[in-house]
């Protein structure tokens, strides 16, 4: 969710400063918005999966009392 309002933010910035000459915009390839709608997302759950189940030593010891 959070990669879709970001690339909408984003476009609209562009947007924004290419007020002059909008037609600009119309050319935007769909690789680039894909590759952060879907990649992103993908590579930090891939990340998540591959570092999941390792507990830091200092956190996997107990407490002395």
């Not at 007020?19 to 918005?33: A, N, Q």
Request: hydrophobic share 50%; aromatic share 4%; no cysteine.
């Amino acid at each position: 969710m959070s990669g879709r309002l970001g690339t909408a933010a984003a476009y609209l910035a562009l947007a924004a400063g290419h007020s002059r000459d909008i037609g600009v915009l119309g050319r935007v390839s769909v690789l680039y918005p894909t590759i952060t709608i879907v990649g992103v997302p993908a590579a930090a759950a891939l990340a998540g999966w591959i570092l999941a189940g390792r507990t830091p030593p200092s956190v996997a010891r107990q407490a002395l009392d």
